[in-house]
């Protein structure tokens, strides 16, 4: 059965679509949200995100081993996020991930939830632990808040984007020059039959109700990447600069370790994120999935380079989205996003800002001893 959030019932709401569906979009008028929410007062609807809670003695050990974060030794309230990957190194699942001192809460987008809470069911064998997706128990609330949770509150998970965590590293800036810095966000689960009242709650005390609009052109600007929208089934980690939060580079062995290594150590992942500014002299707006050319020097229609993830109206940016492109397509050369619209083709100019650097080289890679292992190709190549 589809979800639908009690808050759509609200005045003015209009339903977010796509992953978001069964929230808001916005509430009437998104770019006063989005202002609010910026400025750091707001809350946001994110009950239509799934929740799996694994319990038992074993828990941080072993979801430490077949996950792609350091959790043994994690503390009570603090926040971190991790990666299942495939054998290959693909992703297949992302969560948040806090523990209350008896349970660790995973965070994720509502279809993954049965999906991980069945793979970690398969994967228990001995270890003395249980899963269960508790999704329709349990609801998130979102907050522009920099701060885990603290004794007292609700599960709170902190989202800790741009901070490279201990044991991660990054292809793009230092924290200090990335556009996430300005970003903070947490999500609170409350029971599901509390989320109107604790909505209220935050409202009373002066905080506007703001929809998916305003939350996805924020993050779109932070160049932070989501499951639902920048992953596909052959994405690895260091294509979205996803090293910064959610692997630990020099932990032991897990499942597609094997891949985060390699490209690590040898530098050059096939494909990297950026964001698009778009030409937004149009009314309409290409949507996720739009073919993302570089254009012909005739003119022409071009390569197909890469696809649009994302897209959103940011309050003071316009038309922005996140893309992910062949690795070397040239940093400075202005693209095209090609798509259609209900049922019209649409051409719209974008230029790129580099999330991932074209050279793919981590801040903290190996130096190279010798030539490049045999197979990889060189700079020159569109792979």
């Not at 292809?171 to 810095?181: I, K, L």
């Not at 003119?299 to 316009?318: D, F, I, N, P, Q």
Request: aromatic share 4%; charged share 25%.
């Amino acid at each position: 059965m589809d979800y639908e959030s009690p808050l759509l019932s609200r005045h003015g709401a209009v339903a977010a679509a796509g992953p978001d569906a069964g929230i808001a979009w916005h509430y009437g008028d998104p770019t006063a949200e989005q202002r609010a929410l910026s400025r750091g007062g707001a809350v946001v609807d994110q009950s239509h995100l799934g929740v799996v809670r694994v319990a038992g003695p074993d828990r941080l050990t072993w979801l430490h081993s077949i996950t792609s974060q350091q959790l043994e030794g994690l503390a009570p309230r603090a926040s971190t996020e991790l990666l299942v990957l495939s054998p290959q190194g693909h992703i297949e699942h992302v969560a948040g991930v806090v523990d209350d001192g008896e349970a660790t809460w995973l965070i994720t987008e509502r279809e993954s939830a049965p999906g991980l809470a069945g793979w970690l069911d398969r994967m228990r064998f001995t270890r003395r632990v249980e899963v269960a997706d508790v999704t329709d128990e349990w609801a998130a609330i979102g907050e522009p808040v920099a701060a885990d949770g603290i004794e007292g509150e609700p599960v709170t998970w902190h989202d800790a984007w741009p901070t490279v965590v201990s044991g991660g590293t990054r292809y793009g800036p230092p924290e200090s020059e990335h556009p996430g810095a300005a970003r903070p966000w947490r999500l609170v689960l409350v029971p599901r039959a509390d989320l109107e009242a604790e909505v209220a709650a935050r409202e009373a005390a002066g905080w506007p109700l703001a929809g998916t609009w305003a939350t996805e052109a924020l993050r779109v600007e932070a160049w932070r990447p989501r499951f639902a929208r920048e992953v596909d089934p052959r994405t690895i980690p260091h294509e979205l600069d996803w090293l910064r939060t959610a692997v630990h580079i020099n932990k032991g062995c897990y499942r597609g370790q094997e891949t985060v290594a390699r490209v690590h150590n040898l530098g050059r992942p096939p494909r990297r994120l950026v964001m698009l500014h778009l030409d937004g002299s149009q009314h309409l707006l290409p949507e996720p999935g739009a073919e993302v050319r570089l254009p012909a020097p005739d003119g022409g229609a071009g390569k197909v380079v890469g696809t649009l993830t994302s897209m959103a109206r940011h309050h003071e940016l316009g038309p922005i989205g996140l893309a992910v492109l062949k690795r070397n397509v040239p940093e400075e050369a202005e693209l095209m996003v090609v798509g259609e619209v209900s049922g019209q083709a649409l051409e719209v100019s974008a230029a790129q800002e580099v999330v991932v650097p074209g050279d793919g080289v981590s801040v903290d890679r190996p130096e190279s001893h010798g030539p490049l292992t045999r197979g990889l190709r060189g700079p020159g190549s569109l792979i």
